[in-house]
């Protein structure tokens, strides 16, 4: 998935923001989860991107952890940017091995998508936007204007990550696809 998205997302106008179809996606998804083969170079790079959001919004306790919540969101209060980077770096550290892995894929996806945005449409404000909700939630359900300030905090600290990708996960993350 990450590697079609890196591949044709950087090309695809208002990817993770238009949305597959609700029916492929859904078969897809149960054909997937039974184990059988799919071959995603054939259908939409929107359900591809859809289905991977969905995947996301799947990880028990978020991929950024729902117990380290209030310290996420507390990020983007701190001072300058060298600090956010070290308190991310810091965050990061907590998380378990497979979720570090992912996210260095993720922001690797995401730093491509933004290097393109003038093509696509999508800064790392508006891949921010699509994507924040899919990496991390609080561990309760609240009201919509806590959740809609919580929502506006996760975007804003996705957004830095996104800008900010290869200071905090290291130039590496350019290549991590390799040529494709």
């Not at 990450?2 to 597959?20: K, V």
């Not at 989860?33 to 790079?45: N, R, Y």
């Not at 508006?126 to 939630?137: H, R, T, V």
Request: proline share 4%; charged share 25%; with cysteine.
């Amino acid at each position: 998935m990450l590697s079609l998205l890196y591949q044709e997302g950087p090309s695809t106008e208002g990817i993770f923001r238009r949305s597959g179809s609700a029916k492929t996606c859904k078969e897809l998804k149960e054909k997937l989860d039974s184990g059988a083969e799919v071959d995603l170079a054939c259908e939409s790079i929107f359900v591809t991107a859809s289905l991977f959001k969905d995947f996301l919004r799947n990880i028990p306790g978020s991929i950024l952890s729902s117990q380290l919540c209030d310290k996420w969101v507390s990020v983007m209060d701190q001072g300058n940017n060298e600090e956010k980077i070290k308190s991310i770096q810091r965050l990061i550290e907590q998380l378990p091995r497979a979720n570090v892995v992912l996210l260095r894929y993720i922001f690797g996806v995401l730093h491509g998508i933004e290097m393109r945005a003038e093509e696509n449409q999508m800064n790392a404000f508006n891949l921010a936007i699509c994507i924040a909700p899919s990496l991390l939630w609080p561990p309760v359900s609240s009201t919509p204007d806590v959740e809609s300030e919580f929502t506006k905090k996760i975007s804003s600290l996705v957004q830095f990550l996104t800008e900010n990708c290869c200071r905090i996960f290291g130039d590496e993350i350019t290549s991590l696809f390799g040529e494709i």
